[in-house]
């Protein structure tokens, strides 16, 4: 989420653009990238617990550190599992908004923090029988959630 903040405003203002120009080429900086300083931290964690246990394998049992060592690693596998299940969570809620974007007359309530979208499978409707043969020649698409299934119209675009 941080990073497609910085990235919106490092494109649609440009006072800000500048401004992160001229830090990011100041020698304090390193040359390094406000873009990449915001990944990094939980790009590193995997690589810190695997310092930890190699540090750990090198360390006697019997010396007090060991304990720290293994607090730290629990610690550290504790916050990249709770990061990754974040991300997953945040990931999951964009696609489903997005979807919702695309569905003709989506019902409010298919937005729910508590689904998660399992399969999507777009088909061309043969239309049917009463109201399915206004369906005919269609684009629609199946979703199948955690918790229900929705046979849903796509909104036709300008470009469709």
């Known amino acids: 989420m941080a990073v497609q903040t910085l990235d919106q405003c490092d494109r649609t203002k440009p ?4 401004f992160l120009k001229a830090a990011e ?3 304090e900086c390193q040359r390094n990238h406000l873009r990449d300083l915001l990944v990094r ?3 590193r964690l995997p690589s810190v617990i695997l310092l930890l246990k190699a540090l750990q394998k090198k360390t006697d049992r019997s010396n007090p550190d060991n ?3 293994v ?3 629990r610690a550290l596998e504790t916050a990249l599992a709770i990061a990754n299940e974040s991300r997953r969570q945040t990931d999951s809620y964009a696609k489903i908004f997005k979807l919702s974007s695309e569905i003709e007359r989506c ?3 298919i937005l729910s923090s508590a689904r998660t979208l399992k399969a999507e499978l777009h088909v ?3 239309g049917g029988e009463d109201e399915w043969i206004k369906t005919r020649d269609r684009r629609m698409a199946i979703f199948l959630f955690n918790d ?3 046979i849903v119209k796509i909104v036709l675009t300008f470009f469709d």
Do not use: C, G, I
């Open 148 to 150: 229900l299934m929705e």
């Open 15 to 18: 006072r800000f653009h500048a």
């Open 25 to 27: 080429s100041r020698t």
């Open 41 to 43: 931290p939980v790009q």
């Open 67 to 69: 304990s720290y060592l």
């Open 107 to 109: 019902p409010a309530d």
């Open 124 to 126: 061309l409707s043969l």
């Open 71 to 73: 607090k730290a690693m």
